[in-house]
């Protein structure tokens, strides 16, 4: 196919082959990410607009659930003796750790936003109930 996602993927998959040869696990993550995640995450992304109360409930099983599918996505092609990335600095550094990178960095940053809030959350409800403080 000549359009222009087709072409997209064509040279995404120069990054990992992986997405070429149907391989089982990334077959199978991306499957979770988009039936299961997908709209989880869409509805995090309104809880957090709407500053819900199940936000942060939200926010740490979408982005425990992101963070574990980076780290398996590239602990099982660094783990395999195949290399499924071109050494290039393009394939390699741009788009397959450059564009992989949010996937780990924003759920990161989002979970010890959801630490804080937790935390200082817990903290008030002790303070006033007249509860100790946590040493």
């Not at 997209?8 to 082959?17: I, N």
């Not at 980076?70 to 099982?76: G, P």
């Amino acid at each position: 196919m000549n359009t222009l996602f087709a072409q997209l993927w064509k040279e995404y998959t120069l990054s990992d082959s992986r997405y070429l040869t149907l391989d089982i696990f990334t077959v199978c993550i991306e499957y979770i990410t988009t039936i299961c995640w997908g709209p989880l995450s869409l509805l995090t992304l309104l809880s957090i607009l709407k500053n819900h109360d199940l936000r942060h409930p939200l926010q740490v099983i979408v982005c425990t659930a992101h963070l574990y599918g980076v780290a398996l996505y590239y602990a099982t092609s660094e783990m395999d003796v195949t290399r499924y990335s071109r050494p290039e600095t393009l394939y390699y550094w741009v788009y397959y750790v450059g564009f992989n990178a949010p996937w780990a960095t924003v759920p990161f940053w989002l979970l010890w936003d959801s630490f804080v809030a937790i935390s200082n959350a817990f903290k008030v409800s002790r303070e006033l109930e007249g509860g100790k403080k946590n040493v």
